[in-house]
């Protein structure tokens, strides 16, 4: 029987603790988390506060009490691992309310703390940043409690535009500000352009180029000069990784904090594991590092950890593909592949086609714009796009399996759809993107 030891409980480490009981029933298994809740569904959080997802207990997935009942998993709230001592095989943890520090031994360490919210110390009672539960909760009763008429959001991030969209949903009137023209940075900028028409629609309004100098009281100072009154500021600035307790480790750190891992999830020291949003790889398709702090990535490595654990050595990480999709207000935008900005290592081809989502003559239907980006020497996809109404996340993850299997464009021709009217078209859009590359 060993000890392991997992820090961080949400979807990382809650999710590789509970894998590793799946297929180890003996050992011993203590999860840390510095903060209060544990195993929430980061990704409904700003549905949650939208009132789309309408319960509160929908969120929040277990307590430390049923993880305990269901799978003998001790999980220790407001434990904070401060220090990694890889040499003695220990961590020193420090116990919140008890103001106290003390040592675990381990025998594996599973690492799953995750990143935080950037902030903009903006020394205000009215702004918030969202990353966990208890942001959640305290943006959810400002907004109960003070009558929220109108926010600002500031940032144009996935989490940005959802939120946005939510306090939408929720009758308050958001503004948004981007403190540069690039929003959506998952997508290509060109095809943010329904961003904008979205938001035109609904007399959002918007500025580009544009930042938060002070706030005072309710009133926000902008860059430009303008001065408006809002009662809520939600900030979504981006993150950084929760890797300073691992600086006096011999774990190592990239150059932004992040830890390199192989093919197992493993770090550079033996018996130390990581996983989630802390972690870089590769990329499955191409060979090139990947950095995709998404929850697919962290219950992947979960499974995968868990498997080498329990000496399923052949079970490896065969690396990222990059989906991502967000919704905002009636479009859907998603994305496969390298980035934007990592097509200039390769010499590449652009191909993209304007269709309807199924059948014209059939009810409900929307144009659906589909990118795909190919390697000019070997015609293998590096990348596809596609925003629309609907359709969207078929495309991109038809997209997704064939690029897990290296296809190149011209294998999109042999895709063969399910089509009925409601659906496709005899031709997909797919299709045409394969039978349009056959003139590059
Ligand atoms: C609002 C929001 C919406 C999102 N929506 C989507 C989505 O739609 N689709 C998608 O794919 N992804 C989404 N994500 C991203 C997804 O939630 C993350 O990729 C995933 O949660 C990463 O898991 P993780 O375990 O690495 O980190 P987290 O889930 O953040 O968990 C890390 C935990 O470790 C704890 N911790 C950190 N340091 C320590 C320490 N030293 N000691 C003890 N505990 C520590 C932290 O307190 C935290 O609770 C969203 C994220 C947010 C915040």
Redesign the pocket.
């Known amino acids: 029987m060993s000890k392991i030891v997992v820090?961080?409980?949400?979807?990382?480490?809650?999710?590789v603790a509970s894998q590793i009981r799946r297929l180890d029933k003996e050992s011993e298994i203590i999860v840390?988390?510095?903060?209060r809740?544990?195993s929430f569904a980061?990704?409904?959080?700003?549905y949650y506060i939208g009132n789309v997802v309408t319960s509160r207990d929908l969120v929040l997935e277990a307590t430390p009490e049923q993880f305990y009942d269901s799978k003998q998993i001790t999980v220790k709230p407001y434990?904070?691992?401060?220090a990694v001592d890889t040499a003695e095989n220990k961590v020193i943890?420090y116990d919140k309310k008890a103001e106290q520090s003390y040592t675990v031994e381990y025998d594996k360490l599973v690492l799953?703390?995750?990143?935080?919210?950037n902030h903009l110390n903006l020394n205000s009672p009215i702004a918030f940043t969202?990353?966990?539960m208890e942001d959640t909760d305290a943006i959810y009763q400002f907004i109960e409690h003070h009558q929220v008429q109108n926010a600002l959001v500031i940032g144009a991030g996935?989490?940005s535009l959802?939120?946005l969209d939510n306090l939408y949903e929720r009758n308050i009137q958001p503004m948004l500000i981007h403190r540069s023209e690039h929003i959506n940075k998952l997508m290509d900028s060109d095809m943010n352009e329904p961003i904008i028409e979205e938001m035109d629609r609904r007399g959002i309004p918007y500025r580009l180029n544009e930042e938060v100098v002070k706030v005072e009281g309710n009133e926000v100072h902008f860059k430009s000069g303008a001065v408006k009154t809002f009662d809520l500021i939600i900030e979504g600035v981006g993150v950084k990784p929760?890797s300073a307790?691992l600086q006096s480790s011999s774990i190592h750190l990239d150059e932004h904090g992040y830890i390199p891992v192989n093919n197992k999830f493993e770090t550079n020291i033996p018996n130390v594991y990581a996983?989630?949003?802390?972690i870089t790889s590769h990329y499955r398709h191409v060979d090139l590092p990947a950095h995709v702090?998404?929850?697919?990535?962290?219950h992947r490595a979960a499974s995968i950890i868990a498997e080498q654990l329990a000496g399923n050595k052949k079970i490896l990480f065969k690396g990222y593909l990059g989906s991502?999709?967000?919704k905002f207000f009636d479009y859907t935008f998603a994305s496969v592949g390298v980035s934007p900005s990592e097509l200039t290592h390769f010499n590449y081809k652009m191909v993209e086609v304007y269709q309807n989502d199924h059948a014209g003559y059939y009810p409900n239907n929307h144009k659906l714009h589909l990118r795909v980006y190919f390697d000019s020497n070997t015609r293998q996809i590096l990348r596809a796009a596609a925003v629309g109404k609907s359709g969207v996340d078929k495309r991109i993850d038809v997209l997704s399996m064939a690029m897990m299997h290296q296809s190149t464009i011209d294998d999109l021709t042999d895709f063969e759809v399910a089509y009925a009217p409601p659906y496709s078209r005899p031709k997909d859009i797919i299709n045409m993107i394969g039978y349009k590359a056959r003139n590059l």
């Not at 702090?293 to 962290?298: E, H, M, S």
């Open positions: 820090v961080g409980a949400v979807a990382g480490g809650a999710t840390f988390e510095k903060d809740d544990m980061n990704c409904a959080l700003p434990h904070e691992v401060t943890v799953s703390p995750g990143c935080s919210a969202l990353r966990n996935y989490i959802e939120i929760n307790f996983l989630g949003d802390i702090p998404l929850a697919w990535g962290a991502n999709i967000v």
